[in-house]
């Protein structure tokens, strides 16, 4: 999926800011929407991926509902968007389960355990509440092991052979995540280890989760075979209802963290450009996967530029990108703007030495900008105790 150039006009904005750029959120939920059609699928949002609540208006327009991994998310998906909220996590609270089931339609054990010890909560609620089991694919194309939830010894999902005699009575459903920005083919090679794995079970349940993961709205996803081979599962299991749950693919390439330059240093060979904004504390994503975000204006390094290591204004030692050119030579107060920074950003950001936390706003249609959150010393001190 191509997006459009964006329009955002960062004079308006402050800095540090992450910026949600509503026309590029609206095409994405258009595609997806589109995807859930073909495929006959139902697609809803990944709270873990995308939580900006201030986007939910326009989100619940083509989703139908949330998925959480939490009590709080839970709520959030409740009170905040509406619609539908299921829930996933790999092990609950006992002082939180109850709560989870009431605010729920949907809830996915990670545990045959799990499902015996909550069994009797469960079955009070079994005229509102389906509940569903986490199983282990035994496959992913995720190379990162941080990510990658079928490494061997994985704590997530029950394997195939705790389940050779069937599903206990009471689990209406199966749960898999298994992908990470992943396309159609990891998709299709998913439900092949799902129906080879489980297939004795697949005819006898209500629902099947496919998770997040699914880069639907990704230049090189290939939807007309993602919802082909969907349609082809569904065919041979009619009694499945699919449920898909991205975050990444609805908040992809949607918006930017705005930053500006404090100081440039030169303490040996190459420039360091300190920004306003942290690596370790504000895009983490960018350390654990690793990965090297774009920067607008900007490219990867080469032999015989003049590179600038791209640095945040924490103390960790690490707390360094990598290395840019940029057209002219970097001045402090310039601005900074990294780019698709919506997702798994915000909902895993800190606030690490106290550093100033990103505001967050939106781009809106109109060309106008919304700023809908600063953050100072009173959320930073409330977090401490």
């Known amino acids: 999926m191509i997006k459009a150039p964006s329009t955002i006009e960062y004079d308006k904005i402050p800095s540090p800011c992450f910026v949600l750029e509503e026309a590029h959120l609206r095409a994405n939920l258009e595609w997806i929407a589109e995807f859930a059609r073909m495929a006959d699928v139902k697609i809803i949002l990944a709270l873990k991926g995308f939580a900006m609540f201030g986007a939910f208006d326009l989100v619940r327009q ?11 998310e839970a709520l959030l998906g409740a009170r905040e968007f509406g619609g539908q909220v299921h829930a996933y996590c790999p092990a609950y609270p006992e ?22 010890r909550f069994r009797p909560l469960f079955e009070a609620r079994r005229d509102r509440l389906s509940v569903g089991l986490r199983v282990n694919p035994e496959y992913s194309p995720v190379e990162t092991d941080l990510y990658n939830p079928c490494v061997p010894g ?42 080879k794995l489980y297939g004795h079970i697949l005819g006898d349940i209500r629902w099947l989760n496919l998770g997040g993961g699914h880069l639907i709205t990704g230049d090189t996803y290939d939807r007309e075979h993602g919802a082909a081979v969907l349609r082809a599962f569904r065919e041979r299991f009619p009694n ?39 690596i370790a504390a504000h895009m983490p994503d960018c350390l654990e996967m690793p990965y090297k975000p774009r920067i ?16 945040g204004l924490t103390c960790l030692a690490g707390d360094v990108i990598g290395d840019y050119a940029f057209d002219s030579p970097l001045q ?3 601005d900074v703007v990294f780019d698709d920074m919506m997702h798994y950003t915000m909902v895993k950001t800190t606030m690490f030495n106290g550093v100033r936390h990103p505001s967050i706003g939106i781009w809106r249609e109109n060309g106008t900008f919304d700023l809908l959150r600063e953050f100072g010393y009173e959320d930073y001190r409330n977090r401490l105790g």
Do not use: F
């Open 154 to 195: 994985s704590r997530l999902g029950a394997r195939a052979h705790e389940l050779s005699n069937g599903l206990p009575e009471g689990i209406e459903g199966l749960h898999v995540h298994n992908l990470c920005e992943s396309d159609s083919h990891a998709l299709a090679k998913t439900l092949e280890q799902m129906e």
């Open 62 to 72: 083509y989703l139908p509902g949330t998925t959480a991994s939490s009590l709080n």
């Open 240 to 278: 499945l209802e699919i449920i898909m749950e991205p975050g990444s693919a609805i908040a992809w390439r949607t918006g930017v963290l705005r930053a500006r330059v404090l100081d440039v240093l030169k303490p040996d060979k190459r420039s360091i450009a300190m920004l306003d904004v942290s």
């Open 296 to 311: 607008v204006g900007a490219r990867d390094a080469g032999e015989g530029d003049d590179s600038y290591a791209v640095g």
């Open 332 to 334: 402090v107060g310039d």
């Open 95 to 116: 002082d939180e389960i109850e709560e989870i089931c009431d605010v729920c339609c949907h809830v996915t054990v990670n545990s045959l355990g799990q499902w015996e």
